[in-house]
């Protein structure tokens, strides 16, 4: 079913399009040398360039331009071996030259596709519009005086990407998980670090609605989303406040809106009519950027193994569920730890391990895939403790919350605390006897019929033994003594 | 005299220890104290520093490790950057500016040992053609007309480099030119000056005026001379992307090359109605100069160059719109306070900013904006693109281009002053080498009747500054130009 919001005048449809602000991974910045590291203090990362004095001219950064290639080869987008920077012109007190260097016209990257995946197993395509390299400005600080405000060039001329959607996305979650999807891509090629809390990647989000089988309707930029979470929220109350105007006889215009997550609410920002001319030209201080064929070819070579691919590789080579495999390679550290796991074990035991007690481990310890709380190998030796025998499942539970507790590996928890599985027939024998000897009505039942009660002399048998029974052998005594 | 040497004489002179390097600094210091007040060719004099840096001169030249300029005394352009050394751009906004940093083009001149004199007068953001508009009044030309003792302007926007070169209290000077302010005026005070072919001299450190024509170039009072400083200036640069990759070649012998065997055009379009009389007989003796010295004229065509001009005053202002955008009061040079940011940024402009730089900022705002820009700055970039395809076209045909440098001699300060376009008219000739990028030489072929130096032009083909050398030096020893300017050192 399409989502859709239920007006007073019956379901309404969104329509949402994203322009991610992506920081690039480099040393430096992308028109000076300057370098980028985030949290240095007030203006302690700012060139003559980046503060643009009289006479200095941008150079481009070549490693800015190679990740802006790597992102778009990464996003399955056609790579222009021709683009341009542009100067988009307005005065602001943190925009030094008095324009930003970006790319209007001819954008590095062109047209790409991104692939989703909902909550109910389905995919979906979003398209990629265009990907292009620009500036970032500097920060006004506005609350450090009671009558002046304070100007941090440390961002500014930081390359970012900007990455345009189509107008594809229908919902909130769609929105939430194109950001991730997104955000997954970029880390996995090691060009932005995703980081949305620092805002090295933020979102407009440009939504409209319509009813079914309408052509668009006016849209509403909601500015500097800075987080998966409220760019679902966005969308919805954006969407709600655009069904209620249209519903109250009103016509949505056009214009730029801030999103305040503690409200719950967006608000403009500017109108149409207030809107910059930013007299966008060529920057004459720049020339085209012309990329060599072979040298994209090389960066594309040199790509690792994307989400989408190691996805499938990971139901086709280890047999694990869809939903699985989309779980293990949303961040690739996970999937590096799931691999170091599942290497020449059933892997999907091991599928089953780090998705359930591990994650649970890990979000129980704030701990993070980068520090985990149980290394890959000694999660490892405790699935090859259970594969020879040596525990059973239940007790693998146990030794693993004292791996977790103490740091310590399997083996060494399972001998120090006695927790060696019995395969002795004869102790286990005696505990069968036992048990039926205690309990002559169940037996009387079971036997004439009530097969269920069979659980009912596992659990005490297993009881008995201190859960370190064989179940194998439980069960194989327990059904030769029922009969 | 000292100051009368050349530039090539002077650096002979020091090399064989006839003077020093402080004598002749010393000598132009006492020529721009007794000649400058008349002219207000410096802005800036730095006395102390060209000491300083003579006395280095010296030493090295006594070592024997010297650079080429060593010891050579010259003004540089307030256009360019100069480290601890103020650099105003003829412009109230950047009166209180002392750079941290040193231009390419002024620190390869300093890497060869030459020695600073001062910063020179300048149009305010290089706008102009007469040096009227500079924040720092105007620069009077050493020329004044016969029985006429009226002040007469040295050109622009390269006035005072000019004026300074032309009067001897420079033995050189830097200059840029991004519509003709090296060559116009060049031939206004009877010197040499060449814009090279843009990407020749890095544009990194001058402050910008029109990004995609500016290129600096030197000033001199001969073409050798022309040729050894451009040497020096030029090379390049990393840190301006526009910049060439290329060997610098030895333009000082590109000068004795001679012209026999080549092929001279003469482009039809520059024969413009109103053009005074004695600059086309002017023209047609340089012609028939280097027809004698060998070389061979040709009648040539440039279609587009009519609309050189139109288009220029489209490009030229756009990208300055956007260049003088930082000049904004917030980070360095004058602030003039407000209440809030846009008063901040409207306060210092409009007090920062003369009448000709605001003119060339709104016009350049008017075609860069939305609605006009397909009709103004596209289009300009199309007519641009077909005037360095004609370019293009005739130097497949012939080496190079002699033309008038400008429609006319210097005229007095305060004439042409009503109508912004009959100043604009004076660049026609010079144009549309910044519009195709090729490089362009004026040299002094003569005096109109009041007395007055009248320059010819050569262009040639992009980086081929040599052949233009080549015929430049050619018209020059057949001129044999030697009228000295009224007001000089000496005089």
């Not at chain 1, 139901?315 to 779980?327: K, Q, T």
Request: charged fraction near 20%.
């Amino acid at each position: 079913m399409a989502y859709t919001i239920e007006g007073a005048s019956g379901p309404w449809e969104v329509v949402v399009g994203l322009e991610v602000h992506a920081q690039v991974i480099s040393q430096s910045k992308l028109f000076s040398g300057a370098a980028t590291a985030y949290g240095a203090s007030p203006n302690s990362q700012v060139s003559f360039v980046d503060a643009a004095f009289p006479g200095m001219l941008p150079v481009p950064n070549r490693e800015a331009i190679a990740q802006a290639v790597r992102t778009g080869l990464g996003l399955n987008a056609k790579i222009n071996l021709v683009s341009r920077f542009d100067r988009k012109n307005y005065f602001y007190a943190d925009l030094p030259q008095g324009y930003q260097i970006s790319q209007f016209e001819h954008p590095i990257v062109g047209t790409g596709v991104v692939e989703i995946e909902l909550a109910d197993g389905s995919t979906k395509e979003v398209g990629i519009t265009r990907l292009h390299l620009e500036q970032d400005a500097g920060k006004s600080v506005h609350d450090q005086h009671p009558t002046k405000s304070f100007i941090d060039l440390n961002r500014s001329g930081v390359a970012l990407m900007e990455i345009v959607s189509e107008p594809d996305i229908r919902s909130p979650e769609e929105a939430g998980a194109y950001v991730k999807k997104l955000r997954s891509i970029l880390r996995y090629l090691g060009t932005c670090d995703g980081n949305m809390e620092e805002g090295s990647l933020r979102a407009d989000v440009n939504v409209s609605v319509r009813k079914a089988g309408e052509a668009y309707r006016t849209r509403c930029e909601v500015k500097n989303v800075n987080s998966v979470r409220f760019v679902m929220q966005a969308v919805e109350v954006e969407a709600l406040r655009q069904i209620a105007v249209w519903e109250g006889g009103g016509e949505v215009q056009q214009e730029t809106r801030l999103f305040d997550p503690n409200r719950g609410e967006t608000r403009s920002m500017r109108s149409k009519e207030d809107a910059h001319d930013y007299r966008y030209f060529p920057d004459p201080d720049l020339l085209p950027v012309v990329l060599e064929q072979g040298w994209v070819d090389g960066l594309r070579a040199a790509l690792p193994e994307l989400p989408d691919a190691k996805q499938a590789r990971f139901i086709s080579e280890y047999g694990l569920s869809r939903y699985d495999a989309g779980v293990l390679v949303a961040e690739q550290a996970t999937a590096l730890f799931f691999e170091g796991v599942a290497r020449g074990r059933d892997a999907k035991i091991a599928a089953n391990w780090v998705t359930g007690d591990f994650f649970a481990a890990m979000n129980r310890t704030g701990r993070t895939i980068e520090d985990p709380p149980v290394s890959a190998a000694a999660l490892g030796q405790l699935l090859d403790l259970m594969a020879d025998s040596t525990i059973n499942g239940k007790i693998a539970k146990e030794v693993f919350e004292a791996m977790v507790e103490t740091g310590k590996g399997p083996a060494a928890i399972v001998d120090e605390r006695g927790l060696r599985q019995v395969t002795d027939t004869g102790a286990i024998d005696a505990a069968v006897d036992a048990v039926i000897a205690a309990n002559p009505e169940k037996v009387a039942e079971y036997r004439s019929g009530k097969d269920k009660l069979f659980g009912f002399f596992v659990g005490n048998v297993m009881k008995a033994m201190a859960g370190k029974g064989n179940p194998a052998l439980v069960n194989a005594a327990l059904k030769a003594k029922l009969g | 005299m000292l100051t009368d040497l050349t530039l090539a004489e002077a650096r002979d002179g020091l090399r064989a220890r006839k003077f020093s390097a402080v004598e002749l600094t010393d000598a132009y210091l006492a020529a721009i104290e007794a000649v400058n007040p008349k002219l207000n060719a410096y802005v800036l004099v730095t006395g102390d520093g060209a000491r300083a840096q003579a006395l280095a001169a010296d030493a090295a030249l006594a070592r024997g490790d010297a650079g080429p300029l060593a010891g050579i005394p010259l003004a540089i352009k307030d256009l360019f950057c100069t480290e601890g050394v103020r650099t105003t751009a003829g412009s109230r906004i950047l009166e209180p500016f002392i750079p941290p940093y040193e231009s390419t083009v002024t620190a390869n001149l300093l890497r060869d040992g030459a020695i600073f004199l001062g910063k020179a007068n300048m149009d305010e953001f290089a706008m102009g053609s007469s040096n009227m508009t500079s924040a720092f009044g105007p620069v009077t030309s050493p020329w004044t007309r016969r029985g006429d003792n009226r002040a007469l302007v040295p050109g622009g926007s390269s006035g005072g480099s000019a004026a300074a070169v032309s009067a001897r209290i420079a033995l050189g000077a830097t200059a840029t030119d991004t519509g003709g302010s090296i060559r116009q005026p060049a031939s206004f005070c009877g010197i040499t000056g060449i814009k090279p072919t843009y990407g020749r001299c890095s544009r990194w450190g001058v402050v910008a005026f029109a990004s995609s024509l500016d290129q600096a170039g030197p000033v001199a009072r001969n073409v050798e001379d022309a040729a050894i400083l451009l040497g020096s200036m030029s090379g390049f640069d990393p840190k301006d992307s526009t910049s060439a990759d290329l060997p610098v070649p030895d333009f000082a012998a590109a000068c004795r090359r001679g012209v026999k065997g080549l092929r001279i055009g003469v482009p039809r379009e520059y024969r413009s109605e109103g053009m005074p009389a004695e600059i086309e007989a002017l023209w047609q003796q340089g012609l028939g100069w280097l027809r004698e010295a060998g070389a061979e004229i040709v009648d040539v065509s440039l279609p587009h160059t009519k609309y050189g001009l139109a288009t220029y005053y489209i490009v030229a202002p756009a990208e300055a719109s956007s260049n003088l955008a930082r000049y904004d009061g917030v980070r360095f040079g004058a602030r003039t306070s407000g209440e809030d940011l846009a008063s901040l940024y409207e306060n210092t402009r409009a007090e920062g900013f003369g009448a000709e730089v605001k003119r060339r900022v709104m016009i350049g705002t008017y075609v860069l904006s939305a609605g006009y820009y397909d009709a103004y700055y596209l289009k300009a970039q199309k007519v641009r693109a077909l005037i360095l395809k004609d370019f293009t076209d005739v130097f497949r045909n012939v080496d190079a281009l002699v033309t008038p440098t400008a429609p006319s001699a210097a005229f007095a300060q305060g004439e042409k002053m009503d109508d912004p376009i009959t100043m604009y008219l004076n660049d026609i000739f010079t144009v549309p080498a910044n519009m195709s990028g090729i490089p362009g030489l004026s040299v002094p072929a003569g005096l109109d009747a009041q007395g007055l130096p009248l320059g010819l032009q050569v262009l040639g083909r992009p980086f081929d500054e040599e052949t233009v050398f080549a015929v430049g030096a050619a018209l020059e020893r057949a001129a044999g130009f030697t009228a000295l300017p009224g007001i000089r050192a000496g005089a």
